[in-house]
T-cell receptor
């Protein structure tokens, strides 16, 4: 079975540019999560969706970040405009259902984002 | 704030020996899951083992087992017969809010396996 698929695997862009990260969750999974990983702050949850609806976006750092899930098989995380401090590895994860009893989360391979 | 603490930034173990990675957490919930994830240099986040807090029996997955002390809010990972492929960052995680899928991760422990 295919796991969580993220694209691109690496992204290098200049400050001020728009960046779009993409995620395809595991088929049949109802929850989708976006994380950011940095050396300083570790792994942080940015936002998560249940059944395509955003449930908790309290981890989104600021208005430059936005996430959408237009359907059950696709989600995007957008940064506009990008800044050097956004450089990090961004992970997408999905889990089978809603509620804690339906863990665990399955992670994609991440996107390494570098903002110059 | 509800947190999870991994007090050992780095650990090392000789191949074939046993190592224990520690994790403590803070929650007011009574029922929850706890998780250990492994992140090798390839960057993937791989689920190693999970523990259900309402079960007294410690979870085991092959060479990996946990020592779960609910009252102490401690959740350590024991790796037996360590292999070179076990070298990775290890993260423990838990959902600080009951009924939520939201996970909080520790800062991680870097495990080195020496041949």
């Amino acid at each position: 079975d295919a796991g969580v698929i993220q694209s691109p695997r690496h992204e290098v862009t200049e400050m001020g540019q728009e960046v779009t990260l993409r995620c395809k969750p595991i088929s049949g999974h109802n929850s989708l999560f976006w994380y950011r990983q940095t050396m300083m702050r570790g792994l942080e949850l940015l936002i998560y969706f249940n059944n395509n609806v955003p449930i908790d976006d309290s981890g989104m750092p600021e208005d430059r970040f936005s996430a959408k899930m237009p359907n059950a098989s696709f989600s995007t995380l957008k940064i506009q405009p990008s800044e050097p401090r956004d450089s990090a590895v961004y992970f997408c994860a999905s889990s089978p259902g809603t509620g804690w009893g339906n863990q665990p989360q399955h992670f994609g391979d991440g996107t390494r984002l570098s903002i110059l | 704030a509800q947190t999870v603490t991994q007090s050992q930034p780095e650990m090392s173990v000789q191949e074939a020996e046993t190592v224990t990675l520690s994790c403590t957490y803070d929650t007011s919930e009574s029922d929850y899951y706890l998780f250990w994830y492994k992140q090798p240099p390839s960057r993937q986040m791989i689920l190693v083992i999970r523990q259900e807090a309402y079960k007294q029996q410690n979870a085991t997955e092959n060479r990996f087992s946990v020592n779960f002390q609910k009252a102490a809010k401690s959740f350590s990972l024991k790796i037996s017969d360590s292999q070179l492929g076990d070298a990775a960052m290890y993260f423990c995680a838990y959902p600080p809010q009951g009924g939520s899928e939201k996970l909080v991760f520790g800062k991680g422990t870097k495990l080195t396996v020496n041949p």
